[in-house]
C-alpha cells in the first residue's frame, strides 16, 4: 500500500497557511514566535537557578503572577521588568538589530 501523505517541509507549510516571509501576517507571526521563546529562556533560566516563580519575583519585586504572565506570554510585559528578570537571574541578554537584511553595529 502507497503512503497517502507527501511530506513537505515546515517553512513549506507555514508559506501555505500563514503567509510568505515579509507579508504583514507572517511577520507578525515570526514575531509572536520570537517572543515566545523569550519567556521560554526566562523560564530555563529561573529553573536553572532552582528558582520557584515566587522567589523570582520577590528578586525582581514583582508577584509570582507576573513571572507566571512574563514565562507564559511576553506580550504584556514591560521591556523594563523583562530586563530586571534577566538581572535577577545573573543572565547575560544580546540583542541583534537588523535592518535591510543586515546586522548594524553598535
Known amino acids: ?7 513537505v517541509s515546515i517553512d513549506t507549510m507555514i508559506d501555505k497557511h500563514i503567509g510568505k516571509r515579509g507579508t504583514e501576517k507572517r511577520e507578525a507571526f515570526e514575531n509572536e514566535l520570537r517572543i515566545d521563546l523569550l519567556g521560554l529562556a526566562i523560564k ?3 529553573q536553572e537557578r532552582n528558582l520557584t516563580q515566587e522567589q523570582l519575583g520577590d528578586l525582581v519585586g514583582v508577584q509570582k503572577a507576573q513571572i507566571s504572565k512574563i514565562e507564559n506570554s511576553v506580550k504584556n510585559a514591560r521591556f523594563e521588568t523583562i530586563l530586571k ?3 535577577a537571574l ?4 544580546n540583542f541583534n538589530v537588523e535592518l535591510n537584511n543586515k546586522k548594524l553595529a553598535y
Not at 1 to 7: D, G, L
Not at 90 to 93: L, M, N, P, S
Open 1 to 7: 500500500m502507497a503512503n497517502k501523505f507527501k511530506t
Open 44 to 46: 530555563r533560566a529561573r
Open 85 to 87: 528578570v534577566f538581572d
Open 90 to 93: 545573573g543572565a547575560k541578554v
